[in-house]
C-alpha cells in the first residue's frame, strides 16, 4: 500500500483497483528523461570544473594520427582514446523503412502507448522492450531469427524466459526471420517466414530490435593509421588499436556491448596511455544482464560452451521456489546454475533466471576472478532470509556433486 500511495504514481500508475488501473506513458518518459538529465549534468559539470580537462562538444574526425578536427576546429593530441560507442544496427528488411519504424532509442520516448507492436529481434533489447510494452498494455508479437530467444544464453535460461514471456501473452515466434513489410489498408504489415510458411502480422508499431553496431563511420579512422576488423575497431590486449598512440575502449572493438564493459577499459585504456603500463584486458568474467522480469544475468561459459571447450563440466542449481525470500516477496520464478569444472573445481561460468539476478550474478564474478571455486560461496554465512542464499544453494549443489565424482 505505501508503494501505491507515494511511489506508483511517479512510474506513471493510475488507480489502485486491479481492474481499474491504467498508465501514464507521457509521465514515465518525463520520469526516466529527468533522471537522464540528470545523470549526464551531473557527468558534464564535473567535466567543465576539472581544471585539467578542455571539454569540447561536437563531430570529431581524425585528419593524421596526432590531429582532430571537432566541427572545424583543429586539436592536436599526442594520445589519443576513442570511446565512440556503437548505434542500432541498419535495416535490410526490404520495404521496412518505407513503413517505418522504430528502434530502441525511440521506443524510450514515446509518450502515446500504442494499441500494438511488432518487434523484430529476440534477443536482449527485443526481450527487454517486448516485456515493457506488454506490460504497459500493449498487444505485442515478437518474431525471432534464432531458434530460441536470448540465443547466447544458457539454453535453461533462454527456455524458461521463453515460457515467461508467452504466460504474460507475448506473441512469441523463433525460427522467424523477417521477409518484408508492407502496408495494408493503412496498416503496418510485417511477414515472417515460420515453419516454412509466409505469415503476415499486423500492428501500430515495429520496433527493429536487431541489435547494435560499432559506431567506426567518418571517425578518420583510415587517415590516423586505426584498422578494423570485421567491422570493429582492431585492438590488442593492451586496447592499443594499428596506431601506435591511439587506444580504443567499448563497444566500437565489438564483443560484450555493455556500459560495464567500456567502464572496465576506460582505466587500462588511460594508464596504458599515460603511464605507458601495458596492462592487459581480462574478459573472462565480463557479466551481463537482461532486465526483464525475472531478470536474467550471467557469467563465463554456458553448460553447453563448457562441454564443448573439453571440460568435464559439473552443474549446481537451485530453484528460486525453494527459497524463503523468494516466497516471502511472491517472486519464486526462475532458478540458479553454476557451472564448474569437474576435474579442478573452478567456476567457468553461472546463469540466473530471478528477481534481482544483477545483483545476485556478483557472487560468482567475484570468485571467478582469480579462478576461484564456488566452495567459498557454499561454506560463507549468507543473510537469512535474503535471495543471496539461493547462489549459496547452486554452491553448495555443487560441492555435493563433486563429492560424489570424488566418493568423499
Do not use: C
Not at 113 to 131: N, R
Not at 307 to 320: I, M, N, P, Q, T
Not at 393 to 400: D, E, H, R, T, W
Request: proline share 3%.
Amino acid at each position: 500500500m505505501h508503494l501505491v500511495k507515494h511511489r506508483a504514481h511517479a512510474f506513471g500508475v493510475r488507480g489502485v483497483n486491479p481492474d481499474a488501473v491504467t498508465f501514464d506513458l507521457a509521465a514515465a518518459v518525463a520520469r526516466k528523461d529527468a533522471i537522464v538529465k540528470s545523470i549526464i549534468d551531473g557527468i558534464y559539470t564535473a567535466l567543465r570544473r576539472n581544471k585539467h580537462i578542455t571539454f569540447f562538444t561536437g563531430h570529431a574526425e581524425l585528419t593524421s594520427p596526432v590531429d582532430i578536427r571537432v566541427d572545424g576546429r583543429q586539436i592536436t593530441a599526442e594520445k589519443t582514446i576513442l570511446a565512440v560507442g556503437a548505434h542500432p544496427a541498419t535495416v535490410d528488411i526490404p520495404g521496412l523503412a518505407e513503413v517505418g519504424y522504430i528502434t530502441n532509442d525511440e521506443a524510450l520516448k514515446l509518450e502515446r502507448l500504442p494499441a500494438s507492436m511488432i518487434v523484430i529481434g529476440a534477443g536482449y533489447i527485443g526481450v527487454e522492450f517486448a516485456q515493457m510494452y506488454a506490460r504497459f498494455g500493449t498487444k505485442v508479437t515478437m518474431l525471432g531469427r534464432a531458434r530460441r530467444v536470448m540465443p547466447h544464453e544458457d539454453e535453461e535460461v533462454s527456455a524458461a524466459l521463453a515460457e515467461v514471456l508467452r504466460a504474460e501473452g507475448t506473441d512469441l515466434y523463433t525460427s522467424a526471420p523477417v521477409l518484408r513489410a508492407e502496408r495494408e489498408g493503412g496498416e503496418k504489415v510485417v511477414v515472417a517466414q515460420i515453419g516454412g510458411e509466409e505469415r503476415r502480422f499486423r500492428a501500430d508499431v515495429i520496433l527493429f530490435a536487431g541489435g547494435r553496431v560499432s559506431r567506426v563511420d567518418e571517425l578518420g579512422l583510415d587517415q590516423a593509421g586505426v584498422e578494423l576488423e570485421g567491422g570493429v575497431i582492431r585492438v590488442g590486449d593492451t586496447l592499443l588499436t594499428t596506431a601506435p598512440n591511439i587506444w580504443s575502449i567499448g563497444d566500437a572493438n565489438g564483443g560484450a556491448m555493455f556500459t560495464h564493459r567500456a567502464t572496465y577499459d576506460g582505466p587500462i585504456a588511460a594508464l596504458n596511455a599515460v603511464r605507458g603500463l601495458k596492462k592487459k584486458i581480462d574478459y573472462r568474467v565480463v557479466p551481463r544482464a537482461v532486465f526483464s522480469e525475472p531478470a536474467v544475468a550471467s557469467v563465463g561459459l554456458t553448460e553447453r560452451e563448457a562441454r564443448e571447450a573439453g571440460h568435464e563440466v559439473k552443474v549446481g542449481k537451485h530453484l528460486f521456489a525453494h527459497t524463503g525470500r523468494a516466497k516471502a516477496i511472491g517472486q519464486t520464478e526462475g532458478f540458479v546454475k553454476i557451472v564448474v569444472d569437474g576435474k579442478t573445481g573452478e567456476i567457468l561460468g553461472a546463469h540466473i533466471l530471478g528477481a534481482h539476478a544483477d545483483i545476485l550474478i556478483h557472487q560468482v564474478v567475484t570468485a571467478m576472478y582469480n579462478h576461484g571455486t564456488a566452495e567459498p560461496i557454499a561454506k560463507s554465512i549468507h543473510i537469512h532470509p535474503t535471495l543471496s542464499e539461493a547462489v549459496k544453494s547452486a554452491a553448495k549443489a555443487i560441492g555435493a556433486e563433486l563429492a560424489i565424482k570424488t566418493g568423499e
